[in-house]
């Protein structure tokens, strides 16, 4: 069955460094998301993007987040500046319309 | 503001002991309730989408159904296996298109002891 793929599985960086996120979707879809989920609270909504462009963003999504689709199959979230309070679990997912499909994440600590 | 509130935050179970999950909801003009399940470590698996009220679906010991206000679902004589968290996404709007944002509840951890 395919599958969202996201990679590092784990990322570790320093305050104020530059991160960048990597996922997969599913081949055939067109919708592309990133959720986020801090350490015991829910998942929260970042970004949409279809047709190359942003669909929605969240009040989470600031200057400092900004994603791309560099070729036909990767999709990419970057953080310009990490701060401590971005820490997470990043979840990427895509859909053709509804339902959509979540990869495992990358978890985020930032030191 | 769409909002999601799940009941219990946790549960626990004996092996064949059937229970049921709640989802409250509000939402400016629902476009599909979602049912996902979360092992640990892992991101959120589709279980089901739910349009209308009076929709139900099923999947093994699971049954999912909808109201205008809340979405419960029954686990019938549950497993050890199914053990995980469960998380209920709400996903509305009023203009065209498909890629609505899902605004998710907290989740409800159900354990299934043998």
């Known amino acids: 069955e395919p599958e969202v793929t996201q990679t590092p599985s784990h990322q570790v960086t320093q305050m104020g460094q530059e991160v960048i996120l990597r996922c997969v979707p599913i081949?055939?879809?067109?919708?592309f998301y990133w959720y986020r989920q801090i350490l015991g609270q829910k998942v929260e909504f970042l970004v949409s993007f279809y047709n190359n462009e942003i669909s929605e963003k969240s009040e989470i999504f600031d200057d400092q987040f900004s994603v791309e689709r560099p070729d036909g199959s990767n999709f990419t979230l970057k953080i310009r500046s990490t701060k401590l309070e971005d820490s997470a679990m990043y979840f990427c997912?895509?859909?053709?319309?509804?339902?959509?499909?979540f990869g495992d994440g990358t978890r985020l600590s930032i030191l | 503001e769409d909002q999601v509130t799940q009941s219990p935050e946790a549960l626990r179970l004996q092996e064949g002991e059937s229970s049921s999950l709640n989802c409250s909801y509000t939402v400016s003009g629902l476009r599909g309730l979602f049912w996902y399940r979360q092992d640990p470590g892992k991101g959120p698996e589709f279980l089901f989408t739910l349009y209308s009220a009076g929709e139900e679906k099923e999947k093994e010991r699971l049954k999912a159904t909808l109201t205008k206000k809340e979405s419960f679902l029954h686990i019938t004589a549950p497993k050890p296996e199914d053990s995980a968290t469960y998380l209920c996404a709400v996903q509305g709007g009023r203009r065209g298109g498909s890629n609505y944002k899902l605004t998710f509840g907290k989740g409800t951890l159900l354990t299934v002891n043998p």
């Open positions: 997912a895509s859909s053709e319309g509804r339902p959509q499909h």
């Open positions: 081949s055939n879809h067109l919708y």
